[in-house]
């Protein structure tokens, strides 16, 4: 069986030691906990895994959506645009790192997939739609339902850029996602967690029944989780 390194199982005694053991802490000082043990060489990535009483099984329960997280991502965003004509262009200006139509489609079924975030115009999506095999899996299809099928491709562009992320529920019921890096403060941190959590709030579909929000648990990459109560959430966000 697999051991915990050293510096694992020491920011685990650092995490009971300043939860008191009481399982359950507020938002801002999970937070805070998890930051001050991610001592990892490089800047790791803050995530939150959010339980929620939801059935992914069924189509009226899915929950799904993006939000622009007010201190961005602390990350660079690889952004590929599907589009012909003056959108191509308006993409190109707007910062997108790849723009293009059947040239980017013929270089991704060949393998190439070295991009965080595709966006496509509604008028190039039957060209897209031959990836859908390729891209699917990866979570990399643009789609209406998250703004990146779209012809304000500049806007899209501009925001994914900027700290806009997507959040999709998985089978078991669990939203994973990145809110930012250990390198921010407990401040911009906070806000861009409460940023997330009031979307997921409002994407709550109305055949959901009982208890909404579960559970919640804030980790870095390489450091131990803590979990977050969850009826202190309720004071938090606005929805």
């Known amino acids: 069986m697999a051991q915990s390194g050293k510096r694992y199982v020491k920011a685990v005694e650092a995490v009971?030691?300043?939860?008191?053991?009481?399982?359950?802490?507020?938002?801002?000082q999970a937070i805070e906990v998890v930051k001050s043990n991610a001592t990892a060489k490089f800047n790791e990535s803050m995530d939150m895994a959010i339980?929620?009483?939801v059935d992914p099984k069924h189509a009226d329960q899915m929950v799904r959506g993006?939000?622009?997280?007010p201190n961005g991502t602390g990350r660079q965003v690889r952004v590929l645009v599907f589009a012909k004509g003056e959108k191509e262009k308006e993409a190109s200006d707007a910062g997108a790192d790849h723009v293009g139509a059947e040239d980017l489609v013929?270089?991704?079924q060949k393998g190439w997939v070295d991009f965080d975030r595709a966006i496509a115009t509604p008028d190039v999506m039957g060209l897209v739609g031959r990836l859908g095999k390729i891209l699917g899996p990866r979570g990399l299809m643009p789609n209406p339902k998250t703004g990146t099928v779209t012809f304000e491709v500049a806007k899209?562009?501009?925001e994914f850029k900027g700290g806009k992320i997507e959040f999709r529920v998985e089978k078991a019921?669990?939203?994973h996602v990145p809110f930012g890096k250990a390198g921010f403060s407990v401040e911009q941190l906070t806000e861009n967690a409460t940023a997330i959590l009031e979307a997921i709030m409002r994407a709550k579909p109305a055949s959901s029944k009982g208890r909404y929000l579960r559970g919640l648990t804030v980790s870095s990459t390489m450091g131990p989780g803590v979990r977050v109560d969850p009826?202190?959430?309720q004071a938090l966000v606005k929805v």
């Not at 009971?16 to 801002?28: D, F, I, K, N, W």
């Not at 993006?66 to 997280?69: A, G, I, K």
Request: no cysteine; glycine share 16%; aromatic share 0%.
């Open 51 to 53: 339980r929620l009483g």
């Open 106 to 108: 013929e270089r991704i």
């Open 16 to 28: 009971r030691q300043a939860t008191g053991g009481s399982g359950e802490v507020a938002l801002a």
């Open 231 to 233: 009826s202190a959430i």
């Open 156 to 158: 899209a562009v501009r």
């Open 66 to 69: 993006t939000v622009v997280l």
């Open 173 to 175: 019921g669990i939203v």
